[in-house]
């Protein structure tokens, strides 16, 4: 198991003669990493070994390491990635990939191909997502390559402008409208989310870019079709709340294309058309504005062509 590096820092020359912990604290990690650090870390001042009771001077230079706590197996992917700094890498995950391994899925999710990467270019980083998309939802995700960065992510509350591509089933009756519906978890079901008074406030800005007509086969009779409209919408998240664009457009009467779970049809496309194409925020360790773009795949810029 790799021993990852929490912190590796100079510390200022006209810093006077400190706690551990103060340092620490100073470098944005949670209650909970620190702990980790004190019980189970191994750390040096200077080179030489240090507890977490040693004074820390001016111009000490701090290491301080941590085992992970899980380790994942290494899956060679080919990772399509949109940035990258000392920080945070940014990945234009694929559709069907998962974020992470489960008690039934352990190889070829996103944190394995990222871990594989960080192998291959001598990193020695952990996963640290700062977001997450489902399974079947492709494009831009963040992912921290340590603790402390994550954890700056929350602790600056960090605010991300998303927007979405999505193709869904009929007319939209407007150039552009908001959905402001409560969602929360549908009852019997632990997958499913649903709107509800009872649920958390969740808005969504959407916007029509185009219109498609497609022919769709009859059930009954293959050599039959009728004209379906497919609408291209670009939806912006001001709330992250689970499947809160598929719920609010279903909810609406217009499923994502692909998203059988929430009313849509597999006719043209197997899986939710649904794609984060663009991502900006405030990096919260340089503080540079950074903005991203992904392209959206094939199989969605198809159903616009059909």
């Known amino acids: 198991m790799k021993t990852a590096t929490i912190i590796d820092l100079i510390v200022d020359a006209n810093i006077h003669t400190q706690s551990m912990n103060h340092i620490i604290k100073q470098q944005h990690i949670s209650q909970r ?38 380790e994942f197996s290494r899956t060679p992917m080919n990772l399509e990635i949109v940035y990258e700094d000392e920080y945070i890498l940014a990945v234009n995950k694929a559709a069907g990939v998962l974020m992470h391994p489960t008690s039934t899925v352990r190889d070829g999710t996103l944190a394995n191909g990222v871990l594989y990467y960080y192998d291959e270019t001598e990193q020695a980083h952990d996963f640290h997502p700062v977001h997450r998309l489902d399974k079947d939802t492709s494009g831009i995700v963040i992912i921290a390559k340590t603790s402390v960065v994550q954890h700056a992510f929350d602790k600056q509350r960090t605010k991300f402008q998303k927007v979405y591509d999505a193709i869904v089933e009929g007319t939209m009756p407007s150039q552009s409208l908001t959905i ?3 969602i929360g978890r549908k009852a019997g079901s632990i997958i499913e989310r649903c709107c509800t008074s009872i649920g958390k406030p969740a808005r969504t800005d959407v916007t029509v870019l185009a219109r498609h007509i497609v022919s769709q086969p009859v059930q009954m009779d293959k050599n039959l079709s009728t004209q379906q409209v497919l609408t291209h919408v670009q939806c912006v998240l001001h709330t992250g709340r689970t499947h ?36 900006a925020f405030t990096h919260p360790m340089t503080q540079e504005y950074i903005e991203l773009w992904a392209p959206m795949p094939t199989d969605m810029k198809d159903l616009l062509y059909l």
């Open 244 to 279: 809160q664009i598929r719920v609010h457009l279903s909810h609406l009467g217009f499923p994502l294309a692909g998203d059988d779970l929430y009313g849509g049809h597999l006719d043209h496309i197997r899986r939710q058309a649904l794609h984060a194409g663009y991502l």
């Open 33 to 70: 990493m620190r702990r980790r650090l004190k019980n189970n870390g191994i750390i040096t001042i200077n080179g030489q070994s240090a507890t977490w009771d040693t004074l820390v001077h001016g111009d000490d230079h701090l290491l301080m390491k941590l085992a992970p706590e899980q």
């Open 180 to 182: 402001n519906y409560p």
